[in-house]
């Protein structure tokens, strides 16, 4: 394990019982404070990986070594549906995890002000989840997941339901919060404009079994801004995972346009 490593995954496999080979051989060092994309095609065991790092189900082989134990008692999971509890008010549902962990009301009351801003919803904290947009309910199960501040956040699809205005928004709200705290992030998705955009590196996985094909360095600064989502270099990387995706897919290659965007 090399000292940055946060995480080292090494030849981790699983079998359902069902007899399918989710992952086999799967090897991936996660540093402090990366910021890593998971693509893949459908069923390529993106889920299962982040599941068996969250320790929601067992590996059937291979190990995972944290750089310490702690760090395994500080993970956050985000997972596609907010999961929201629809008769809590915003302010009880972000608070949830403090209550758990026995902070006191008014202790907590400070922490839920304070990560409230810092996804744009102290507006909302009396408001309850059927009155909020999708895209605002996504904001609530995020704030939920990081007002613990947790040293590894672990995020499966939190986008996939939204319109791409409120996702675009969005990524950009979660690399400032990412600015913020500095969690390391796993992310799944299926979208490689989006991971390209948010990740230092995003990791191509292939199904049947799923495994790691390509790991492929975002060499641009993050935060991201606009400028980045608009430039030559932008593209080119979305080209290259495009093209790692392809090679997984021959059946039905991904398409990025050469010269315009999205
Ligand atoms: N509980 C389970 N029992 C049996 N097979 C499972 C189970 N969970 C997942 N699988 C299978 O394992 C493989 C990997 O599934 P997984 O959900 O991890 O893929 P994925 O890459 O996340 O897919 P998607 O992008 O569609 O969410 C698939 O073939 C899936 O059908």
Request: hydrophobic share 45%; proline share 5%.
């Amino acid at each position: 394990m090399n000292t940055k490593a946060a995480i080292a995954i090494t030849q981790v496999s699983k079998v359902f019982n069902n007899g399918v080979v989710a992952l086999k051989d799967v090897n991936l060092t996660v540093n402090a404070s990366d910021f890593v994309s998971l693509v893949g095609a459908s069923g390529c065991g993106k889920s299962t990986l982040l599941r068996i790092i969250a320790g929601l189900i067992d590996k059937s082989g291979g190990e995972i070594l944290w750089a310490d134990r702690t760090l395994k008692e500080q993970i956050a999971f985000v997972f596609q549906e907010p999961a929201l509890m629809p008769w809590s008010t915003v302010r009880e549902n972000v608070r949830l995890p403090l209550k758990l962990a026995g902070v006191s009301k008014k202790i907590a009351d400070t922490t839920v002000d304070k990560t409230l801003e810092l996804v744009g919803l102290e507006n909302f904290a009396k408001a309850y989840p059927r009155q909020l947009s999708g895209g605002m309910k996504m904001r609530v199960s995020i704030a939920r997941s990081i007002i613990t501040e947790p040293q590894v956040l672990l995020m499966d699809e939190p986008f996939g339901a939204l319109d791409d205005i409120t996702r675009t928004n969005l990524n950009d709200e979660l690399l400032s919060l990412w600015n913020k705290q500095r969690p390391t992030v796993l992310f799944v998705t299926h979208n490689i404009y989006e991971a390209v955009y948010l990740s230092k590196r995003v990791v191509v996985m292939a199904a049947r079994p799923g495994r790691v094909v390509a790991d492929i360095k975002i060499d641009e600064p993050l935060p991201r801004t606009d400028e980045f989502r608009t430039s030559e270099v932008y593209l080119k990387y979305c080209r290259e995972v495009a093209s790692a995706l392809s090679h997984t897919m021959e059946e039905s290659p991904v398409k990025v346009p050469r010269s315009s965007f999205q």
